[in-house]
């Protein structure tokens, strides 16, 4: 049987849950790691510290360029805490006192480059 | 296997352009033939479909003695990247799709020239928009194709009916690559699953896992985007650690490759369905086409008068030598099977002709009818 029972669709005309938006201009994102949520919770609101597993809490991505940072009013950005955390006077804003805060590393645009300079990726 | 001129549509463009396919002429060079067609016979389609079913099936046995031996010298992969590939094999994860071109002209047997087993496009027109112009056009006769059906198929018993978020992610500066991949997302959706589209620049790496533009995690996700690319980008680091399943799978690294023919002539030599094959065309009589091993669209193919003078020219680890085999003429026309093997079945093909002997990505496509 080599027909095709029919193509039933209409190609253009399929309802598809389409999440496509713009993307920021992030190059280079990061987020903080947390040993105690109050930690995170001093630079973030609480919906925006999400468990990580075992006692650890991640904070929301963010810009690691501040100037981007500042064009995007969502970017949530380091957190609160850091005026204190880096004042003269030490750690004033009280994190640090509860446990350790790493940073990683998150990007986009990884991939997608050798599409940039021009051959098609189809074959 | 004739080509027929065949009465045009009344306003096929915009019929076209209502069926996705807007791309039907680009930069005022039509890309669709509307008013031309090739016929086949029944046996003639018979021999297309089995030589598919055979070279896949030969294709399928390398991979796994090539998964086996561990040796992947000839296929210019690091220890990385061959990581991945017994990593997917030995998980068995799903070939989608992928489309062989063959040389046909009706009388001898079809003969592949390559596989594109990672990338193929061209897809909607072979699917869907052919299909359509055989309903207008000759709607009592058949054609084969029934790869809108089997790729559905493939959809729902990918995870054996648990109904997953499927990614998909092209380079979507590319119309033409955008379209097949919304072609191939409905598939998808039409088979239950939910489906997020987004460009492979936007994919996102946070730590742990692949993320989209909403910060949700790509457990599944289609690229149209080579394999080869992706470990040379600065993300193919985290390919390894991260949970994503890909689709393809990563062991069409061995199958996408040019590397593929001399390694199918060196295991089927004389197979009526190969030609001649190998890296540095010694054993090769006559005139030659040398091919880069990840060369895409007929880009860097070049005709020598004989292995000898492509290895003078080209010489390269990087540079496949095959036999050569000219394209049948159809006055002056020049007819490059796409077969499409959609799970592990052969399922269709799409015709795309050009005035020369490489098709390129000037060709034009042609529907067929049988």
């Given at each position: 049987m080599k027909r095709s029972d029919g193509v039933t669709l209409t190609v253009a005309g399929?309802?598809?849950?389409?999440?496509?938006?713009?993307?920021?201009?992030?190059?280079?994102l990061e987020r903080k790691r947390y040993t105690d949520r109050r930690d995170c919770e001093c630079d973030y609101s609480a919906a925006q510290c999400q468990s990580a597993g075992g006692t650890e809490v991640v904070g929301p991505w963010f810009a690691s360029d501040e100037t981007i940072r500042r064009q995007d009013p969502a970017d949530p950005g380091p957190g609160h805490c850091d005026r204190h955390w880096r004042s003269s006077s030490g750690y004033s804003g009280g994190r640090g006192e509860h446990g350790s805060v790493t940073t990683e590393p998150g990007y986009r645009n990884g991939f997608g480059g050798t599409a940039r300079r021009g051959t098609p990726p189809r074959s | 296997m004739e080509r027929l001129v065949c009465p045009p549509r009344d306003h096929w463009a915009a019929r076209l352009e209502a069926q996705g396919f807007d791309y039907h002429t680009s930069d005022g060079v039509p890309y669709w033939s509307e008013g031309v067609c090739y016929r086949f016979t029944e046996d003639e389609i018979d021999q297309l479909e089995a030589a598919t079913?055979?070279?896949?099936?030969?294709?399928?046995?390398?991979?796994?003695?090539?998964?086996?031996?561990?040796?992947?010298?000839?296929f210019s992969l690091d220890a990385d990247a061959a990581a991945l590939v017994e990593r997917s094999w030995k998980r068995r994860e799903p070939a989608l799709m992928g489309r062989m071109d063959l040389c046909f002209d009706g009388r001898s047997a079809p003969k592949l020239y390559e596989?594109?087993?990672?990338?193929?496009?061209?897809?909607?027109?072979?699917?869907?928009?052919?299909?359509?112009?055989?309903?207008?056009?000759?709607?009592?006769?058949?054609?084969?194709?029934?790869?809108?059906?089997?790729?559905?198929a493939a959809w729902q018993q990918r995870w054996h009916g648990d109904l997953r978020t499927v990614h998909f992610a092209s380079f979507s500066a590319s119309r033409e690559d955008e379209a097949n991949v919304e072609y191939l997302r409905t598939t998808c959706a039409l088979a239950g699953h939910a489906t997020i589209e987004l460009d492979i620049q936007d994919v996102g790496w946070k730590g742990r896992q692949f993320l989209d533009l909403q910060d949700q995690p790509i457990d599944q996700l289609f690229k149209l985007y080579p394999w080869e690319w992706m470990l040379d980008e600065p993300f193919g680091q985290h390919i390894a650690s991260a949970p994503t399943e890909w689709i393809e799978p990563a062991w069409k690294l061995l199958l996408s490759t040019k590397a593929l023919l001399p390694a199918l002539w060196k295991r089927h030599p004389g197979h009526p369905n190969l030609l001649a094959a190998s890296f540095?065309?010694?054993?090769?009589?006559?005139?030659?086409?040398?091919?880069?091993?990840?060369?895409?669209?007929?880009?860097?193919?070049?005709?020598?008068?004989?292995?000898?003078?492509?290895?003078a020219e080209r010489a390269s680890t990087d540079i496949v030598i095959q036999q050569y085999q000219p394209l049948p003429s159809f006055e002056g026309?020049?007819?490059?099977?796409?077969?499409?093997?959609?799970?592990?079945?052969?399922?269709?093909?799409?015709?795309?002709?050009?005035?020369?002997?490489?098709?390129?990505?000037?060709?034009?496509?042609?529907?067929?009818?049988?």
């Open positions: 399929v309802a598809l849950v389409t999440a496509t938006v713009l993307a920021p201009n992030y190059q280079s | 079913d055979e070279l896949h099936g030969m294709c399928l046995s390398m991979v796994a003695d090539t998964v086996a031996s561990g040796d992947y010298h000839a596989y594109n087993a990672d990338t193929p496009t061209s897809l909607l027109e072979a699917a869907a928009i052919q299909w359509f112009w055989l309903q207008d056009v000759y709607p009592q006769a058949d054609q084969f194709n029934s790869i809108h059906e089997k790729l559905i540095d065309g010694r054993l090769i009589d006559g005139p030659v086409v040398a091919k880069p091993r990840l060369g895409r669209e007929g880009a860097g193919i070049q005709v020598f008068p004989t292995a000898l003078d492509a290895w026309h020049r007819p490059v099977i796409g077969s499409w093997v959609i799970g592990n079945q052969a399922a269709g093909i799409g015709i795309r002709e050009s005035l020369t002997d490489i098709t390129s990505n000037t060709s034009r496509f042609v529907p067929h009818w049988f």
